[in-house]
């Protein structure tokens, strides 16, 4: 039993409340970071315990078999953007993790009828260059011969900023009060925003621009056929609820090209069993250090000792397990609203907490099928797939109106009536998934709103919701919707109640200019501390927006 460990080992140095975890569920790659966390912890000599809220351990990133025979990666479904020091020191491979690269990576077909009867047009993406300017050029001769330079241009601001993804923020109130001696301290904060600076050079004013306008003011300026800009744009609003019109919509895609996998840059991959193996790799190599990790533990509440500090948590059973650190990867909200005592905290700063934007547009929808999705555009016989069922399957994402329709109805309270859908097949790559023949189907759709015209989802909403999306479907992929045996619909409020990602967001929070860098979560909150000594964040709803990123520092600070 878990309190005869504590018992027998006395008060731990650090816990870690696996409650949630970031997905891309949309994409964002990483998840269980807690757990990750904890392995960098212990192998600084802290005692380290994870404890994690369901029955199956990696919070967003799990693999669940909801369908005999069929196993998903029910809210995350790729990977990337996991650091490669990391990937690195907790020696992922060596317990377990395996990777599929998918090349192409981005495949939009057409809704539309083929020229002298031959079958509608359609795009692909992927790193063979000579391939992609070849699929570019059926829409813009133009756009092709601009295309390198636009991925030159975004992979030189994406790797620029790296040093900022890599350390805390500036610390401002180290610079504006306390003696000379901690202002000097804490100046080596400022030495990651010099390199992004020196790096980004004459491009800063093109930096800001990506992370202030509206995407397609900067796509409008590079490019000039609509199947390409919308299927660029898709990657500036996936997991956002914001159009390609709004402006911080530039820094989206920005995001989604910092990622790297197998040491190839901007690169997204399938986990070998689900997204569940990210989480398992990085588990075995915490309990290798000696990490006690702990799943259907819900935690009910941070102890607060005497002196306002965090001492530890209560367990929805009622055991009290004490520490001297508490290290939270739930979002601020959870954290700071139904985790921590609210007479531990300043009442302004509770004020603050409630003001943080988790506006989501993301319902996920799993599908076991058996027979695999052949499309209009790129026929494929015999249920063997080509290369574009690797892709991420943009669909609706053809012209750049259908997104922009698609939004303004989500925001009016209404799920898209034509709905931007991204669908990936990672059983073509991964055969562990489905059974022979069968396959595993990912859609991650928007838009849709937390309330449906005020109201909250009902189950008829959820299928009358996932019956439109598949009409959709159908239209490219005849014959899908007879091939379907099974269905799982995650509404945002879905995703909330069961991975604890508040108001379904993805990201634990919008990712908008005013919520970046020093202000993610909050202004007062950047450096991953919170009003209550010993209590910190380390999930995706503190800087940078990504998991894992603040381990070293933590590591150096909490030993201190």
């Avoid at 509608?120 to 001769?141: A, H, N, V």
């Avoid at 900067?218 to 956002?240: K, Y």
Wanted: charged residues 20%; proline residues 8%; contains cysteine.
């Amino acid at each position: 039993m878990a309190a005869a460990l504590w018992t027998e080992r006395g008060r731990r140095a650090v816990t870690v409340v696996g409650t949630v975890t970031r997905s891309r569920s949309s994409q964002a790659a990483l998840k269980s970071q807690y757990d990750a966390l904890a392995a960098y912890l212990q192998k600084g000599g802290l005692q380290t315990a994870v404890l994690e809220r369901r029955h199956v351990l990696g919070g967003a990133a799990v693999s669940e078999e909801i369908f005999p025979g069929f196993i998903f990666s029910r809210c995350s479904y790729l990977l990337s953007l996991l650091r490669p020091h990391i990937y690195a020191d907790l020696e992922l491979k060596k317990h377990g993790l395996k990777v599929y690269m998918r090349d192409p990576h981005a495949y939009t077909p057409m809704l539309e009828e083929g020229v002298g009867g031959a079958p509608p047009r359609s795009l692909i993406l992927g790193s063979d260059l000579s391939m992609t300017l070849k699929e570019i050029s059926k829409f813009s001769q133009k756009d092709a011969q601009a295309y390198p330079d636009f991925i030159a241009h975004l992979e030189k601001l994406a790797e620029a900023i790296h040093p900022l993804l890599d350390a805390p923020p500036v610390d401002i109130p180290g610079f504006t009060s306390g003696s000379l001696r901690k202002r000097l301290s804490v100046a080596k904060t400022l030495m990651p925003l010099v390199k992004c600076g020196m790096k980004l050079g004459t491009n800063i004013p093109d930096f800001y621009e990506i992370v202030t306008a509206p995407i397609m003011k900067i796509l409008n300026r590079w490019f000039e056929s609509e199947p390409l800009r919308a299927t660029l744009a898709t990657d500036a609003v996936i997991g956002a609820m914001t159009s390609p019109s709004n402006p911080g919509s530039g820094y989206v895609l920005l995001h989604h090209v910092m990622g790297e996998v197998e040491k190839e840059k901007g690169a997204w991959g399938y986990v070998e069993g689900g997204m569940g193996g990210v989480s398992q790799a990085i588990a075995s190599s915490a309990r290798s250090y000696g990490v006690d990790i702990f799943t259907e533990k819900d935690v009910d509440q941070v102890l607060i000792g005497p002196d306002g500090a965090a001492k530890g948590v209560v367990l929805k059973d009622g055991t009290e397990i004490q520490s001297k650190v508490v290290l939270s990867n739930a979002t601020p909200y959870v954290t700071f609203k139904k985790l921590t005592p609210q007479t531990a905290l300043p009442p302004e700063f509770i004020k603050a907490v409630d003001q943080i934007d988790y506006t989501s547009p993301v319902t996920k929808i799993n599908v076991a099928v058996d027979k695999l999705p052949n499309f209009l555009a790129t026929p494929t016989p015999d249920n063997k797939p080509g290369p574009h069922h690797q892709c991420s399957i943009h669909l609706n994402c053809e012209s750049v109106e259908v997104l922009e329709t698609a939004y303004k109805e989500a925001m009016n309270g209404r799920p898209s009536a034509r709905p931007m859908l991204e669908m990936t097949i990672p059983s073509v790559l991964d055969p562990t998934l489905a059974p022979p023949g069968c396959h595993v189907v990912s859609l991650f759709t928007q838009f849709t709103p937390y309330h449906i015209e005020g109201k909250e989802w009902t189950e008829q909403d959820r299928e009358a919701y996932a019956d439109n999306v598949f009409d959709w479907v159908e239209q490219y992929a005849p014959g899908f919707k007879k091939s379907v045996v099974g269905r799982d619909i995650l509404a945002p409020p879905d995703l909330e109640r069961i991975f604890g990602l508040t108001g379904g967001n993805i990201f634990h929070g919008s990712m908008s200019l005013d919520q970046l860098y020093l202000a993610r979560p909050l202004p007062s909150l950047s450096d991953y501390r919170s009003p209550v000594k010993g209590l910190y964040l380390c999930g995706s709803g503190c800087h940078p927006g990504l998991p894992l990123m603040l381990i070293p520092w933590l590591n150096i600070k909490l030993q201190r």
